[in-house]
């Protein structure tokens, strides 16, 4: 079940007694399921997605930066899973996922997400269609640096991923309140 707020694509997502480990709380790869389960929500169910038959052949997860925040336990209240775009390449959309029980966030992840070609398996370059759908999810600054950046780019090998060499403490960001996305 996915919620509204703009900019932010939102999915409720309960927690199982199954995901509990043997110290009490919930097992961390239990988490990037949730990741998986609200880009896959995003993706494929939004009513958008699925009116436009956007993404027809899927998509690929190509990598997942986790920052695992506070430990979490079960409850009866579901997570929210909250999710804006931080940018759009090529084929791909950087993702930035925050898994929340309000007032905390327990995890902050950054995820690629490809668009899949059916017939090679490869990525594929992002329809306009799927380019508008991606950029409603993105900050107003996000948007407008990503409409320069695309319109500025001339082949994918010129465009370098910020923080893709190392991953300093300085790139990290501080824990925070349960946010849609960085501001």
Not at 66 to 78: G, K, S, T
């Amino acid at each position: 079940m996915s919620a509204a707020q703009p900019g932010v694509h939102v999915l409720a997502c309960p927690t199982r007694w199954s995901d509990v480990d043997e110290n009490g709380h919930i097992n961390n790869a239990r988490l990037v399921g949730y990741i998986q389960e609200g880009i896959y929500d995003l993706f494929c169910h939004h009513a958008t997605a699925v009116r436009e038959s956007l993404f027809p052949s899927g998509f690929i997860i190509a990598r997942h930066e986790i920052d695992y925040l506070e430990q979490l336990h079960h409850r009866p209240e579901p997570l929210s899973v909250r999710l804006t775009v931080e940018r759009l390449g090529r084929s791909s959309a950087h993702v930035e996922v925050n898994v929340c029980r309000d007032p905390l966030t327990f995890m902050r992840a950054r995820t690629v997400v490809v668009a899949r070609d059916r017939e090679s398996g490869r990525s594929r370059t992002l329809s306009p269609n799927e380019r508008r759908f991606l950029s409603a999810f993105m900050p107003d600054a996000a948007r407008a640096d990503g409409a320069l950046a695309t319109a500025t780019a001339t082949t994918p090998a010129q465009r370098v991923s910020p923080g893709a060499v190392g991953g300093t403490a300085s790139s990290r960001r501080p824990r925070r309140r349960c946010r849609a996305s960085a501001g």
